[in-house]
């Protein structure tokens, strides 16, 4: 999300844009500094914006949620409902 509204991955950004995503179960959240014009390594690209992120959840946290047989198959429509029930999506 940009600026808090959906958009596709190609939208321009611009300085003082709020960039949030939801990345390996966890919200990020950074602001944009600088734009560049070209690709540029991982270490100039960090300081072109800000990360307020809140920290991680603890690894206990993690560790405790239900997982999936491996070769359980497909979850059902009950199991599929708890799951989002989980996740806060309803």
Not at 39 to 64: F, N, Q, W
């Amino acid at each position: 999300k940009l600026n808090g509204t959906t958009v596709k991955p190609s939208q321009q950004v611009v300085p003082g844009d709020i960039v949030t995503l939801w990345h390996e179960h966890r919200n990020i959240k950074v602001e944009v500094v600088a734009t560049i014009s070209k690709r540029v390594g991982a270490p100039i690209a960090r300081t072109c914006y800000i990360d307020h992120s809140p920290p991680p959840p603890p690894k206990e946290l993690l560790m405790s949620m239900p997982r999936r047989d491996r070769g359980a198959g497909r979850p059902t429509k009950k199991e599929r409902r708890e799951l989002d029930r989980l996740r806060g999506r309803r």
